[in-house]
């Protein structure tokens, strides 16, 4: 019967001292006091009697994980904060399995750890040791914040299995349900915005990325499922979210961390090992800082946007006197992206020379088209098209990237024409705005500025544009938003967009050429951070 006993050593010392002569050890022991002296005496008796199947502590001894692309065991690469966790809730799941019938304290936890520090891969150890170890039929639900997170968990479980030969024995997992084939226990993996009348009657609950969750249906509906068992095991693990003081997240962290019920730990900021200074420092420029915050630093935010700084884009507007005429040898390529409307936005292209080398991205030409500029206050597509052709030959530019909703037929008609005397030709790319692609933008953007890698001349209307982009600090996994300002005078941010279009090209040439990396999605411990 597994005894909960306040264990201080480690585990090698404990191989240690197990491996000791009988009469070395009473050398060891007859030196401490006599209540010491009976805390070692029985935290060795334990270990050396217990096994995988009957300890939660000699599990993770002796069980392999993927660490860092290495076969290793987690006992060798298990941090200080992990084991702490760990221990607290090895009580509460001992008591759930059978292990032990006297009852723990806790039954609940809430662990708010920043992106890339092992929270999937610590949830796949105990939902795993508890199928492995119970002594009866147990059944549990683990609630991710969407499909791609739950992939991630049902991936890491068949990870683990498939390393350890004692537990691929027993344990079996397919799609979304890890079985044990002997007992029949096992947990179904779902997302969060599964069918909150679920009807299950779990014997522990794992609440994967709560601050992702959409709302507070199915937090309600686990809460109350959690009452069905005396024994059941919660366990909430996430990074700290947005919405500080006033969303249904913080208000249910806040319960649990003043409730005596609920084992509570909060990471201060990156502690990590595996997460190097420098990766870090790339993420910093490519997200919000709302973002690294709340991600990395693990700190709660409001649910505010951000803008740009306004001493880099007054730095940017400020590093060329001017458009350039036509294409020089000063640039390697250029590119050009344009943004379209008729009656409600302006239309607005921009053409950038790119030095590869230097990885400098320079505004070239910056020209814009009003509605209240035409007849009936609309922009004529003619018109936008004739001009957007002679100023792609000019620059001779690699092509032409552009939304298809207003411009598919001028987009068209810019691909099919052909400059004899230069022998140029316009290659098009009409691209769809969609999610992903709006994140790229943003971490384009973001990019260039922070970095200062983008210049260009004076010009009033993109900088107002730019003063109006406001980047918001999405939940949905790490992922922003580009919100664009309407107004009367400046459209759309028009420029803006255009210019953020040309931006993700822009980069993705320079990574091209350079043979680097495509940095706009940077990966943490198998979890993709922007």
């Keep these: ?137 147990i059944s549990g639900v683990a609630a991710a914040a969407k499909r791609d997170q739950a992939k991630l968990l049902r991936d890491k479980c068949k990870g683990i299995v498939r390393m350890n030969s004692h537990l691929a024995e027993e344990l079996e997992v397919q ?88 084992y509570f730990h909060h990471l201060e900021g990156a502690q990590a090992p595996w997460i190097t200074p420098s990766s870090l420092e790339e993420l910093r420029s490519k997200i919000t800082r709302k973002a690294y915050q709340r991600l990395i630093e693990n700190q709660w935010t409001t649910d505010r946007g951000e803008g740009l700084d306004w001493a880099d884009i007054q730095w940017s507007l400020s590093q060329r006197e001017g458009p350039e005429l036509g294409r020089t040898d000063e640039f390697d390529e250029y590119v050009a992206a344009l943004d379209f409307g008729i009656r409600h936005d302006h239309a607005a292209l921009v053409v950038l020379g790119l030095k590869l080398r230097e990885r400098r991205i320079i505004l070239v030409e910056c020209r814009s088209w009003k509605p209240e500029d035409f007849p009936d206050d609309r922009i004529s597509p003619a018109l936008v098209q004739q001009e957007t052709w002679e100023i792609m030959k000019r620059f001779a530019c690699l092509g032409l990237a552009y939304d298809p909703w207003e411009f598919a037929g001028p987009g068209e008609w810019i691909a099919s024409q052909y400059d004899e005397p230069t022998h140029y030709a316009c290659p098009t790319y009409p691209y769809e705005p969609t999610s992903k692609h709006n994140q790229a933008k943003v971490s384009a953007l973001l990019d260039v500025m922070r970095n200062r890698r983008f210049e260009a001349y004076p010009n009033a209307l993109l900088e107002r544009d730019l003063y109006h982009v406001s980047i918001e600090d999405s939940e949905n996994m790490g992922r922003h938003r580009l919100v664009l300002v309407r107004d009367e005078e400046g459209g759309h941010c028009d420029r803006a967009q255009a210019l953020v279009i040309g931006l993700v090209w822009a980069i993705g040439t320079e990574q091209d050429y350079l043979g680097i990396s495509d940095t706009e999605e940077i990966e943490v411990d198998g979890v993709r951070i922007v």
């Design 1 to 137: 019967m597994w005894t909960p006993i306040k264990e201080r050593m480690t585990e090698n010392l404990l191989d240690d001292m197990c491996a000791m002569s009988e009469k070395d050890l009473e050398d060891i022991l007859h030196r401490l006091p006599e209540s010491r002296r009976r805390q070692i005496a029985q935290e060795v008796t334990q270990w050396a009697c217990a096994t995988p199947r009957t300890s939660p502590r000699k599990f993770r001894h002796v069980l392999v994980i993927d660490a860092d692309s290495q076969s290793q065991r987690l006992s060798q690469c298990c941090t200080p904060w992990q084991q702490q966790d760990f221990e607290a809730m090895d009580w509460a799941w001992a008591y759930m399995t059978g292990l032990t019938d006297i009852q723990s304290p806790r039954q609940r936890a809430y662990l708010e750890r920043p992106r890339g520090h092992s929270k999937t891969m610590d949830l796949s150890v105990s939902v795993l040791c508890a199928l492995y170890q119970s002594r009866r039929l």
């Design 175 to 262: 799609n979304y349900v890890v079985t044990n084939k002997r007992t029949g226990s096992n947990l179904t993996i779902i997302t969060s915005d599964a069918d909150t009348n679920f009807g299950q009657t779990p014997d522990f609950l794992i609440l994967d990325e709560l601050v992702h969750w959409k709302n507070e249906d199915l937090w309600d509906a686990m809460m109350t499922a959690s009452l069905k068992r005396s024994r059941c095991v919660v366990v909430v693990i996430t990074n700290a979210g947005s919405g500080r003081g006033v969303s249904w997240k913080w208000r249910v962290r806040e319960q649990c961390r003043k409730s005596k019920n609920w």
